[in-house]
């Protein structure tokens, strides 16, 4: 490990590794207890429509995928609001026309892309120092709004039917951590790439929960739990020459089953009574 | 002190066209304690949203405390159905409760100082509803039970004057439910209670007064359950008589059913099984679930 840190593109795929944690700790909690996985998934694929695009007009591939995937984000926020009953078919469409329009785009654009596939599966041992600073103003800029709106993001996700009865903008805040998720997506794709986004915002935050005591413990943790799968998925990847996104999301869910079988301090939910369970499933 | 906790007028409400609410009426005193009663889409729940501010009324007059819905702010204490809560969700019984000061806006650092306010409040509230041991634990340890009191103390730890509850009694057994209302009742002696529920046998002695809704609003201004009542609280045709499953349920087992003294209150028993005809179908309501 330490003869891999003395190269210098493996220091820059650590320190990659390291702020998309921090952020998919804080941003996939929020995605998972407001039961918002599905549109994240969303977020991820369409946003190869804003690689797409940025490899057809020539631009800077970060910045135009995460205004594409914001956009992206905007909309799926807006069906879930306002057309509810098959909001999950319109984000299944979004979903699909974000790939195929990033791949026809792709096929537009002169040349011979090899670049293509670094998107999909991650590129994380190539990523330059510009990418980093970008990555890590990202990850300030989603800190800071969740840090200005946490109580309101915290009664959102604890029970937005109370939370709306407090004034809180229920309305606004969604379409706040759908932003976030896109910009917090598109800082992931370097590390694991969009098909395995979902699974470092989901698997950390799913195993933090369960010991957590509150959203913010639950944050730190799954930060914490996502820092160490890539620490260790990248240096397996390097050890062993295996591609390094996958194997990230390999480490991490060898976690995620030790996970289960480790017995957890806490007891168990006790139903009251056969009552209470079904209210509470 | 004087302005009723509730004022409403010639309220009516619709979604997509479909009046679910219409010509309602109700002067609701301060330090009622008024339960709600209808049948599952009668416009229980929604009258309870256009108090709270949540939907916006199609016409008519509604004033909260004097103020216009939603412009109340803290004086008004909510708890929402039980399901709306996850149950895996990460939070302390302490914290729940705190969710109650949430205001909306930026979320500026706080002192300390403000910081130990907030939790001797929310202290306070959970010992109220005899909590305070709880408090540390993991809120999904608990009970359906104890549960739904953390969500009584999320309710009144901003000191509210007017305290509304969905459906508070759904997810809680028989014994904790005898609980709860006694400790409704000890609430009411601070707070104007208003209470949506389809199950009668919450309706004993600490009510003071029922509104049945379906589609309108009838307002009783004593807590005596009529057959004119069950009838348009349960949906059912006043002929088809007494409800029995109704009555023998529940923490009361069977009650005095008065005679039905004010015919001129709906129009008389035919003149209400004929009006009701036009919303619904006249089998004896849904069966309770």
């Known amino acids: ?52 695009l940025a490899f057809y007009t020539g631009l800077p591939v970060l910045p135009v995928t995460a205004g594409f995937s914001t956009l992206a984000a905007m909309a799926m926020a807006w069906v ?50 510009s990418d980093l600073w970008l990555m890590a103003g990202l990850s300030g800029a989603v800190l800071l709004l969740v840090a200005l709106f946490s109580r309101g993001l915290f009664a959102m996700s604890f029970d937005a039917e ?28 370097r590390v694991v790439g969009l098909i395995l986004v979902i699974a470092l915002l989901t698997i950390p935050p799913f195993m933090a929960e369960r010991r957590a005591r509150s959203l913010r413990g639950m944050m730190l943790l799954a930060g914490l739990f996502s820092a160490v799968f890539c620490t260790v998925g990248l240096y397996l990847s390097y050890a062993l020459d295996l591609t390094c996104g996958a194997t990230i999301i390999g480490v991490a869910c060898v976690g995620f089953v030790i996970s289960l079988a480790v017995p957890q301090r806490r007891m168990p939910v006790r139903p009251a009574s056969p009552l209470a369970g079904s209210g509470a499933a | 002190m004087d302005t009723p906790a509730i004022e409403i007028s010639d309220l009516w409400f ?17 330090g009622d304690f008024l339960a709600v009663l209808g049948p599952n889409g009668g416009g229980k729940s929604t009258l309870l949203r256009l108090i709270l501010g949540l939907l916006k009324p199609g016409g008519g007059q509604l004033r909260v405390l004097g103020a216009a819905p939603g412009q109340a702010g803290g004086r008004i204490g909510f708890l929402p159905q039980f399901t709306e809560v996850s149950a895996n969700f990460p939070i302390t019984v302490l914290g729940a409760v705190l969710m ?83 400790l409704l009742a000890e609430l009411n002696r601070d707070m104007t209670i208003v209470m949506v529920s389809h199950d009668m046998s919450t309706v004993d002695g600490c009510v003071k007064s029922i509104a049945c809704v379906n589609r309108t609003l009838h307002h009783h201004a004593d807590s005596r359950l009529t057959p004119l ?47 009701r005809g036009h919303d619904g179908p006249n089998d004896g309501g849904e069966p309770n679930a």
């Open chain 1, 162 to 189: 109370f939370a709306r009865s407090r004034g809180v903008p229920v309305r606004f805040l969604h379409f706040l951590l759908m932003g976030m998720t896109a910009l917090c997506v598109v800082m992931v794709i």
């Open chain 1, 80 to 129: 879930t609001l306002f057309s509810r009953e098959r909001a999950d078919t319109v984000i299944g469409v979004l979903w699909a026309a974000g790939m195929a329009l990033g791949i026809i785009l792709l096929d537009l654009t002169p040349g011979y892309n090899s670049d293509l596939m670094s998107y999909l599966f991650g590129s994380i041992l190539a990523v330059p120092d």
């Open chain 2, 229 to 275: 009542i069950f009838a348009q609280a349960t949906g059912a045709d006043l002929i088809a008589g007494c409800p029995v499953e109704l009555l023998a349920h529940g923490a009361v087992p069977h009650r005095v059913v008065l005679d039905h003294e004010n015919p001129d209150c709906c129009g008389g028993r035919h003149a209400h099984g004929g009006a």
């Open chain 2, 14 to 30: 619709a979604y997509g066209g479909v009046r679910v609410l219409e010509q309602v009426n109700l002067t609701l005193p301060r």
């Open chain 2, 100 to 182: 109650g000061l949430v205001r909306p806006g930026i979320s500026w650092p706080r002192g300390r100082a403000a910081r130990r306010r907030e939790r001797e409040a929310a202290m306070m509230a959970l010992s109220r509803v005899g909590l305070a041991e709880q408090a540390e634990r993991r809120l999904s340890d608990l009970s359906g039970g104890q549960r739904q009191r953390v969500f009584i103390a999320r309710a009144i730890v901003s000191g509210p004057e007017l305290l509304l509850l969905d459906e508070p009694t759904a997810s809680v057994d028989g014994r904790s439910r005898q609980e709860f209302m006694t």
């Open chain 1, 1 to 52: 490990m330490l003869e891999a840190l003395t190269y210098d593109f493996f220091r820059n795929a650590l320190y990659a590794g390291l702020l998309a944690s921090l952020i998919c700790g804080v941003i996939g909690s929020l995605v998972v207890v407001n039961r918002v996985v599905f549109l994240a998934g969303g977020v991820a694929h369409a946003s190869y429509g804003g690689v797409g």
